[in-house]
């Protein structure tokens, strides 16, 4: 399983990027996916996560200002980030986990089985 993270970069406060993780060896439609983030010298934190089906969901500081998705032809999630912070600054890491997540086990890293390799995104004041 190799799930490859892209799309991070440099934006100024108030822009938008969007992530893209692919997946390969693993079915993006079956899968509970999950975006997370770590910013130097703090824990790794939960940010988005979508389960099989339509379910979204996210935590308190992104709520309104990201969107995640995917398209299960191309295998690939998705996350849409608009009215970005100077806080918003960290590794983005994408992530896989079974369909059996619940809204209590979705926002918890150790509950996902497969991990890409991060992006950086840097958004300056």
């Known amino acids: 399983v190799q799930l490859q993270a892209s799309g991070g970069g440099l934006v100024q406060a108030g822009g938008s990027l969007r992530l893209s993780c692919t997946a390969s060896?693993?079915?993006?439609?079956?899968?509970?996916m999950g975006w997370f983030r770590q910013a130097p010298g703090k824990e790794r934190e939960f940010v988005a996560a979508?389960?099989?089906?339509?379910?979204?969901f996210y935590s308190d500081s992104v709520k309104g200002r990201f969107t995640i998705s995917r398209d299960n032809a191309k295998n690939t999630a998705y996350l849409q980030m608009n009215s970005l912070k100077p806080e918003d600054t960290a590794v983005y890491y994408c992530?896989?986990?079974?369909?059996?997540?619940?809204?209590?086990?979705?926002?918890?890293?150790?509950?996902?089985?497969?991990w890409g390799q991060g992006t950086l995104v840097t958004v300056s004041s």
């Open positions: 992530a896989a986990g079974t369909d059996r997540l619940i809204a209590s086990t979705l926002r918890l890293k150790d509950n996902y089985d497969s």
């Open positions: 979508i389960r099989r089906g339509v379910n979204t």
């Open positions: 060896g693993r079915t993006v439609s079956t899968s509970t």
